[in-house]
């Protein structure tokens, strides 16, 4: 007789909605894998400039930011110079914002498959976070060959002992732009509406985070309206992001510590709604 077969999971109904079942993600890492690098191939393919849009894109919006907001409106980057200062909100914003807005259409983008094979339905938004770091990295070459330039050309900036923070800004975006796209793509599969206002609204946010003006303008400038950005989860984060690499920025450990709890409610919050959903997504979308 054939020996018995082990198996050391089962597919089973989830008996907890914080269940992440880990073990299965695990198991899955090579569809992982295999989902980060057809986001990368897929997104750029048939283009004719390719992965150097990756470029283009952030050079393009400084440029604009440069000339529309330090030119023509003169709001002040803390005595940084202006592209180095838009490149580095832009930069770190740019993650966030895609994270979120592509996390935000899963259940809608992927309902063919979700409803055919079996996989841990966690691996699709992980792959997404995941496939961004691609993008983020390259945009911060680019923002790091900016910095090389205006060092060499005798700008006054510097590293902060902050920089060694960079890892946890990092998690921390990724995972606020997780948990809010979790939460809106499972609201999406009872509202459509939302998945036309995430895109207009990503935007919206955008101005009231400190990407195109210093923390400190914005409370000596409007005291009235400052505490939303400072409440904003994105300031503290984008804050420290540009106190660590340029020395110039509002670095308050209890802002990055609110920013911290926000992250961990919106990603446990988002896990709940996500695996709620889940179970029966399919019969909605």
Do not use: H
């Amino acid at each position: 007789m054939e020996p018995k077969e082990e198996y050391n999971w089962t597919i089973e109904a989830k008996a907890s909605l914080f269940d992440l079942k880990l073990n299965e993600i695990w198991a899955y890492r090579d569809l992982l894998w295999l989902l980060v690098r057809r986001d990368f191939v897929s997104f750029y393919k048939q283009t004719i400039l390719g992965p150097l849009w990756f470029f283009i894109q952030p050079l393009f919006t400084t440029i604009i930011f440069t000339f529309i907001f330090g030119n023509l409106a003169g709001i002040s980057t803390d005595g940084l110079p202006k592209p180095l200062f838009y490149m580095a909100g832009i930069t770190a914003w740019n993650y966030f914002a895609d994270c979120l807005t592509k996390t935000s259409t899963v259940f809608k983008d992927n309902a063919g498959i979700f409803g055919k094979v079996y996989f841990p339905r966690l691996i699709m938004p992980l792959s997404i976070v995941a496939s961004n770091l691609v993008r983020f990295g390259v945009q911060m070459l680019l923002f790091m060959l900016m910095m090389a330039y205006y060092y060499f050309t005798g700008a006054q900036f510097n590293f902060t002992w902050a920089i060694s923070l960079f890892p946890v800004i990092v998690i921390l975006m990724a995972l606020l732009g997780l948990g809010t796209g979790m939460i809106i793509s499972a609201m999406t599969t009872k509202y459509r509406d939302l998945a036309f206002l995430v895109s207009f609204g990503v935007q919206l946010l955008m101005y009231a985070t400190t990407v195109i003006y210093p923390l400190s303008e914005a409370i000596k400038k409007y005291p009235a309206y400052a505490w939303i950005i400072e409440y904003n989860p994105m300031t503290p984060i984008i804050e420290t992001f540009r106190f660590g690499f340029l020395g110039e920025g509002s670095f308050s450990w209890a802002s990055l510590g609110y920013a911290c709890g926000v992250t961990f409610f919106l990603l446990v919050f988002g896990i709940v709604v996500f695996n709620k959903v889940e179970r029966n997504f399919v019969d909605t979308v």
